[in-house]
């Protein structure tokens, strides 16, 4: 009996690590792949931001015209105005585009 439990804790522990390692870090993915338009304040202020008009995401009225749904539709297709692309589809999985959309309410002042 003792024995079993000296065996079962080891592998207990590492599928925690496992575990830990492969959820989303909301803020790794917004800084890997949307800081560049969005802007480590979420500000849109870059270069490439103004350019293509992005929003200030510390706005309350901005954060509330996007619902959760919208902003992960937005990203996972792709997101377009007229014939300009705002926002290419995004090839994260679903659960980092949550994590990245979560991470970008915490902007909201
Ligand atoms: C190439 C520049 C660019 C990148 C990279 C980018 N975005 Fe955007 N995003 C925009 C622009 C421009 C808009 C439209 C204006 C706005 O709402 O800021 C937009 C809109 C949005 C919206 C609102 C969508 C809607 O339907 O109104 C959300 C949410 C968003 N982005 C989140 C993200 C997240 C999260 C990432 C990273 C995974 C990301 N964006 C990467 C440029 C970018």
Redesign the pocket.
């Known amino acids: 009996m003792k024995k079993l439990t000296l065996l079962a804790l080891p592998a207990a522990f590492a599928l925690a690590l496992t575990t830990t390692a492969f959820a989303a870090d909301g803020k790794a993915?917004?800084a890997d792949?949307?800081t560049?338009?969005?802007g480590e304040d979420g500000k849109?202020a870059t270069k490439?931001?103004v350019k293509?008009?992005?929003?200030d995401?510390t706005d309350a009225t901005?954060q509330a015209?996007?619902s959760d749904d919208?902003?992960f539709?937005?990203?996972k297709e792709g997101?377009k105005k007229d014939d300009k692309t705002?926002?290419?589809a995004?090839e994260?999985s679903d659960e980092d585009?949550k994590a990245?959309?979560a991470y970008?309410r915490t902007f909201k002042k």
Request: glycine content about 10%.
């Open positions: 993915v917004y792949n949307c560049k338009c969005h849109g490439m931001g293509l008009g992005a929003r995401y901005v015209s996007v919208k902003a539709k937005s990203i997101l705002l926002m290419k995004s994260l585009i990245s959309v970008m």
